[in-house]
């Protein structure tokens, strides 16, 4: 059974730097053509695509945040994180992770969200 | 970035009845296209892949087709449980790109 859950923080300040984990079970980041991403999606909006990591340590940023985003894996392939350097207010939403799917490009399973609120 | 152009943004239907929704693609998407259904307080579910494909446990309701750049999501038969906000995915090139969103109700 896949499932995938993402904690982090909940709110944070102007210009600190948003620290996420994607914790997953009922498959391995290290088997080959797994890739998780990352997508947000503000309150009443739609979704944006921000990243993702595949099973061979290749990464993939949305051209419009790349130079704040960073992603990475754990050396067991059970979680992923994602770090955005400089926030503002317009980084407040609710973050997925999500797997998808093996050697497709879609995602066939999401995490349930963790809301993320910048404020001063 | 491919933009994904979605209509109607929202739309009303009565039970039984049939609703489409369309996804027009800013170039050719070669068919990588999905659909999800979002309810509120929910993560996005997926539908259909692969412009017509139908995931595993999704009602026959459900259908998509298209090509090229025009796509467009089907419910024969609209159901209470239908009731969400549906969303259209390009997976042609990266950024990977959603529509607008579709938010359907009940009449």
């Known amino acids: 059974q896949v499932t995938l859950k993402e904690s982090g923080p909940g709110m944070l300040q102007p210009s600190k730097t948003l620290s996420l984990t994607c914790s997953f079970s009922?498959?391995?980041?290290?088997?080959?053509?797994?890739?998780v991403s990352w997508i947000r999606q503000p309150s009443g909006k739609s979704l944006e695509w921000l990243a993702a990591?595949?099973?061979?340590?290749?990464?993939y940023y949305n051209p419009s945040l790349k130079s704040r985003l960073t992603v990475s894996k754990d050396t067991s392939n059970t979680q992923v994180f994602l770090k955005i350097t400089s926030v503002d207010i317009a980084d407040t939403a609710t973050y997925y992770c999500?797997?998808?799917?093996?050697?497709?490009?879609?995602?066939?399973?999401w995490g349930p969200g963790t809301m993320v609120t910048v404020s001063s | 970035d491919i933009q994904m152009t979605q209509s109607p943004p929202s739309l009303s239907a009565s039970l039984g009845e049939t609703v489409s929704i369309e996804c027009r693609a800013s170039?050719?998407?070669?068919?990588?296209l999905a659909w999800y259904q979002q309810k509120s307080g929910k993560s996005p579910q997926l539908l259909i892949y692969?412009?017509?494909s139908l995931q595993d446990g999704v009602p026959s309701r459900f259908s998509g087709s298209g090509s090229g750049t025009q796509y467009s999501l089907k419910i024969s038969g609209m159901q209470p449980e239908d009731e969400g906000v549906y969303y259209c995915?390009?997976?042609?090139?990266?950024?990977?790109?959603f529509g607008s969103g579709t938010k359907l109700e009940i009449k």
């Open positions: 170039e050719d998407i070669y068919s990588n």
């Open positions: 995915l390009q997976g042609s090139k990266y950024p990977l790109t």
């Open positions: 692969y412009a017509s």
């Open positions: 999500a797997r998808r799917r093996p050697y497709g490009w879609y995602f066939d399973f």
């Open positions: 009922g498959f391995s980041l290290s088997t080959s053509g797994m890739v």
């Open positions: 990591i595949d099973w061979d340590g290749d990464k």
